[in-house]
């Protein structure tokens, strides 16, 4: 069974920056494809980053893309994600997210069979 544990949130004043882990478990990590998704209260959850098997290519929310950068040590079993000049409407539970097949990358959420229970990211004003 695979399995997705998130680390690394919390408070941090604006302009501020975090760095989340997600340490993965139960299968080969190299081959399939990760992702970040984000809740924030009364909002679905949404598309934050997703990187490839290899980490070769990524993709970013246009909401995050130059602050936020995605990144994989496949020999940690582990996808980071690294947030800068953060901003209060970045509050959000933070999910990772393990793709159902491998050898491709996808910003959908359909597409990722198994997930994290969140790390919870608060950015005050």
């Known amino acids: 069974q695979v399995q997705l544990v998130e680390s690394g949130g919390g408070l941090v004043q604006a302009g501020g920056s975090l760095r989340l882990s997600c340490a993965a478990s139960?299968?080969?990590?190299?081959?399939?494809?990760m992702a970040w998704f984000r809740q924030a209260p009364g909002k679905e959850r949404e598309f934050v980053a997703a990187i490839s098997w290899s980490g070769g290519s990524t993709y970013y929310a246009d909401s995050v893309k130059g602050r936020f950068t995605i990144s994989r040590d496949n020999a940690k079993n582990t996808v980071y994600l690294q947030m800068n000049n953060l901003k209060p409407e970045d509050t959000a539970v933070y999910y990772c997210?393990?793709?159902?097949?491998?050898?491709?990358?996808?910003?959908?959420?359909?597409?990722?069979?198994?997930w994290g229970k969140g790390t919870q990211v608060t950015v005050s004003s």
């Open positions: 139960g299968r080969t990590f190299n081959i399939y494809g």
């Open positions: 997210a393990a793709d159902r097949g491998p050898f491709r990358i996808a910003t959908s959420e359909s597409n990722y069979a198994y």
